[in-house]
């Protein structure tokens, strides 16, 4: 694939995996956000008509650590901004 290739030119601290889909590939690494570092998964997969896989629309990323912690006091954001549930997350 040439995610492959273009993940490892632009991110070389993500190490690419076998999905658990044919044709799907999960990067794990480290990026650095402005109060801490966060370990994220990122799952591809190449594009199939017949699928209806999310990881074949689109990236499904994943904050592995920290544990993302809901905030219900948060006054100007959802209680876990940018986070959408749609499949059970394995």
């Not at 995610?3 to 999905?19: C, D, H, S, V, Y």
């Not at 690494?29 to 998964?41: H, K, P, V």
Request: glycine content about 4%; charged content about 20%; some cysteine.
């Amino acid at each position: 694939m040439a995610q492959i290739k273009t993940m490892a030119l632009r991110w070389p601290n993500f190490k690419p995996e076998l999905g658990r889909y044919p044709q799907t590939v999960v990067w794990c690494g480290q990026l650095a956000g402005l109060e801490r570092a966060f370990t994220l998964s990122i799952e591809y997969g190449s594009p199939l008509a017949v699928s209806s896989l999310l990881c074949r629309k689109m990236p499904v990323v994943r904050v592995l650590f920290p544990r993302l912690v809901l905030n219900f006091a948060a006054e100007e954001e959802a209680p876990l901004p940018h986070v959408y549930f749609e499949d059970p997350d394995y």
